[in-house]
Antibody, heavy 125, light 109 residues
């Protein structure tokens, strides 16, 4: 299993970037996927989730309205469009495969069972 | 929004047992997952669904979620290589949000 992010770099405040995550070693279309970021020296922050076979998309409050998650199952790729960036968006951005299980009680659980190495987005003038 | 609270740091001597807590409102009704992150590396899943271990994770890592408001990651026989930051995570199904705790830095003395 491999997840390889790309598309990070230096961008000016107010600018945009499109991150990509190319995966291999598993049936991409069968899995839900997500983006998680980590600002330098800070904790993990979930940003967005997309269903594998279902057209479901979730967003964290910090991402909703500015970031857009998408996927191309034919190209085994996950994307995150970042718009209206600010210094607070400076972080490593990780793509992650989502494991989904149903536990006793009918509860669905979602966890990140495979991670890429991340791509750094720096927002600065 | 749903909040997960972890202690910022935990210290333990080699060979001893480390216990890392993760507090949240009625967390006992949720499924809790734990990640290990070493400096400069991506996180690694060490426990999922409260107490299950992914393939390749040593039995020294275990989880429980029996209390109403606190879940726990336990590492027995701590080794120097276990020094890392550990994060808990749940699904807030009411808001379709995936939530991380703030992380706990484990120091092996």
């Amino acid at each position: 299993v491999q997840l390889v992010e790309s598309g990070g770099g230096l961008v000016r405040p107010g600018g945009s970037l499109r991150l990509a995550c190319e995966v291999s070693g598993f049936s991409f279309s069968s899995y839900d996927m997500a983006w998680v970021r980590q600002a330098p020296g800070k904790g993990l922050e979930w940003l967005s989730y997309i269903g594998g076979t279902r057209p479901t998309k979730w967003y964290a409050d910090s991402a909703r309205g500015r970031f857009t998650i998408s996927r191309d199952n034919d190209k085994n790729s996950l994307f995150l469009q970042l718009n209206r960036l600010s210094g607070d968006d400076t972080a490593f951005y990780y793509c992650a495969r989502v494991g989904v299980t149903m536990v006793p009680g009918g509860i669905f659980s979602h966890y990140f069972d495979q991670w890429g190495q991340g791509t750094l987005v720096t927002v600065s003038s | 929004s749903y909040v997960l609270t972890q202690p910022p740091s935990v210290s333990v001597a080699p060979g001893q047992t480390a216990t890392i807590s993760c507090g949240g409102d009625n967390i006992g009704g949720k499924s809790v997952h734990w990640y290990q992150q070493k400096p400069g590396q991506a996180p690694v899943l060490v426990v999922y669904d409260d107490s299950a271990r992914p393939s390749g994770i040593p039995e020294r890592f275990s989880g429980s979620n029996a209390a109403v408001d606190t879940a726990t990651l336990t590492i027995t026989g701590v080794e120097a290589g276990d020094e890392a930051t550990y994060y808990c995570q749940v699904l807030d199904s009411k808001r379709d949000q995936l939530v991380f705790g703030g992380g706990t830095k484990l120091t092996v003395l």
